[in-house]
């Protein structure tokens, strides 16, 4: 069961928020030019293209020469009918440092009337399907690294998380045997290893994530050091995957939002209301500077799955990220997932504080000593107070103090304050 957001304000006024819960081609002259076609080759031509159809379609049906293989084997393997559903070969990267992994391509694949052998991982289904998803794991460092490609499958309302089956395709094309507990998941410096991920849906989930239209991956950190798990570098990342036509509208529509946790976890759907950019206020909090750099005021409509987190706002929900850059000047880290704001609304009447439950940092992403990072905050709005009442007045937010990972005050209790520019 997902635990309840709480949102902690104070309401001097009035009430008081609690969130429970193309154009023709060629040269049309040349045609002229173009010698006549006789009725015998006109025909010739169609019976020619009436032959070359099958081909295409059986090409659709069996996948793009980077997976072709591999289904060819799943369907032998488990007596099943394949058919090719989607597939995406524009490549994401996510970088840690001198470390990279991209996901190259996948395909989802329907899979039908397998063997009941195989039905465990489907859920005890006998029909679903399979992400096969190619990866790139590269270590562009001048040391070795460990890298465990736990690189798991979820999505809204997932009970569980989907992970590789080790039978469904060749042992050797697979990325986690490739790199294993066996080779002590060493990624020499210099070294690039490429393999691949099966994930198997039951129909059931397949249902699901077709409705939802994407999934994401969790990507996560390289080791410098051999099973020293808090000796890590860069940050973890997410692989966005659009599963249908849909999908690739809302994965392309969702990266106009700041990729808070709304966004990233496809809570439900956005419509931005207001945004700023560019706006660069920097002032000084301790030794850190924080730069106000911009904000987006969204209404929001959460799905089934997440709506009880927000059963509270009968009147609708509208969302404000607002997007800081912190130059990190003092010797410790900045703890992103401690960092909190308050924001100050109706002329300084009302207050709510930031919502940490809808931002996707982890205990380990921290800003470094020395280095730059972002830093989202997020608030929850009631939507009608929000059109009726704050809208066109004032909107402030108290950022600080600087915490590190471990939420200890770093900044001797300083804050500073920002007025959203209109």
């Given at each position: ?411 001797k209790g300083k804050k500073e304050t920002f007025t959203l520019p209109?």
């Amino acid at each position: 069961m997902k635990k309840s957001l709480f949102l902690m304000s104070s309401l001097i006024l009035s009430t008081s928020i609690i969130l429970s819960g193309c154009g023709k081609s060629g040269d049309e002259s040349k045609k002229d030019d173009e010698p006549k076609k006789t009725q015998e080759e006109k025909g010739q031509d169609k019976d020619k293209v009436q032959k070359e159809e099958p081909k295409k379609d059986q090409e659709s049906t069996k996948g793009s020469a980077d997976f072709a293989s591999l289904i060819s084997y799943m369907e032998k393997e488990t007596q099943g009918k394949t058919k090719v559903l989607f597939e995406n070969n524009e490549p994401q990267v996510h970088k840690m440092e001198n470390v990279s992994i991209s996901l190259d391509s996948y395909s989802v694949v329907e899979l039908k009337d397998f063997h009941t052998d195989f039905n465990i991982p489907f859920g005890e289904e006998n029909n679903g399907g399979v992400i096969l998803a190619k990866y790139t794991v590269k270590n562009d460092m001048d040391k070795d690294v460990y890298y465990m490609p736990s690189l798991d499958v979820t999505f809204t309302g997932a009970s569980k998380y989907y992970t590789n089956d080790k039978y469904l395709i060749p042992e050797e094309d697979q990325l986690p045997k490739k790199l294993s507990y066996e080779t002590d998941y060493l990624l020499k410096a210099g070294e690039e290893v490429t393999g691949y991920i099966a994930y198997p849906f039951g129909e059931t989930d397949l249902a699901k994530i077709n409705e939802l239209g994407t999934v994401t991956v969790m990507v996560p950190v390289p080791l410098t050091e051999k099973e020293k798990y808090d000796a890590t570098i860069g940050s973890e990342g997410r692989f966005n995957l659009a599963l249908n036509t849909g999908g690739s509208k809302k994965v392309s529509s969702n990266s106009s939002f700041y990729q808070d946790k709304v966004t990233l976890d496809n809570m439900g759907e956005k419509k931005m209301s207001k945004e700023k950019s560019d706006i660069n206020e920097s002032k000084k909090i301790g030794d850190v500077n924080a730069i106000l750099e911009g904000y987006q005021f969204t209404q929001f409509t959460p799905n089934e799955v997440e709506a009880p987190r927000f059963s509270n706002f009968t009147n609708g929900v509208t969302l404000l990220t607002v997007k800081f850059k912190l130059e990190n000047k003092a010797t410790s880290e900045i703890g992103l997932s401690s960092m909190s704001s308050k924001l100050t609304v109706n002329d300084g009447m009302q207050y709510l504080l930031s919502e940490g439950m809808l931002l996707n940092y982890q205990y380990n992403d921290v800003i470094k000593a020395g280095e730059t990072g972002e830093l989202l905050q997020v608030f929850v709005l009631d939507r009608e107070q929000y059109e009726k009442i704050w809208k066109d007045k004032a909107f402030d937010i108290e950022l600080g103090p600087i915490r590190n990972k471990g939420a200890e005050d770093t900044s001797k209790g300083k804050k500073e304050t920002f007025t959203l520019p209109k």
